[in-house]
């Protein structure tokens, strides 16, 4: 069976658009990945959820994202870091609980070294930068 979906031409018309079974992947990680990114951080769960081994929905991520399965969910993770720092007075240490890490220093390692700074110093420029602006 071929998967669909309604889309408006720019006439208006509504028109039928075939869905590659990829994209379809792509879209359930997607999906899964923002549902479960706090609570499952190793791949294999989501490989078990769409019943794909690791290999098949790597290859299909790197295709379509440029991106690995582990990297979709650091990167998932780190976008939640950057705004529970921004927006919330939530320590730190909670912070990486609240992500699923279960040792606050691999999170402040893992933030590290994808920001350059520390989470405490992201905050605090953050903050500064507000107040300037502000």
Avoid at 5 to 29: G, N, Q, W
Avoid at 90 to 109: N, Q, S, T
Wanted: proline fraction near 3%; include cysteine.
């Amino acid at each position: 069976m071929l998967e669909t979906e309604f889309k408006k031409a720019p006439d208006h018309s509504v028109r039928e658009v075939y869905i590659s079974p990829d994209l379809l992947l792509v879209r359930k990680i997607d999906q899964l990945v923002d549902q479960y990114f706090k609570t499952h951080s190793r791949a294999f769960y989501y490989c078990s959820q769409v019943s794909c081994s690791l290999k098949v929905v790597n290859a299909i991520l790197k295709f379509h994202r440029n991106l690995t399965l582990n990297a979709l969910i650091q990167e998932r993770r780190h976008r939640e870091a950057i705004c529970l720092l921004t927006h919330s007075s939530m320590a730190v240490k909670w912070i990486a609980y609240e992500l699923g890490f279960c040792d606050p220093g691999h999170f402040i390692r893992a933030f590290s070294n994808k920001e350059g700074l520390s989470p405490a110093k992201f905050r605090q420029l953050n903050l500064r930068q507000k107040k300037g602006s502000g």
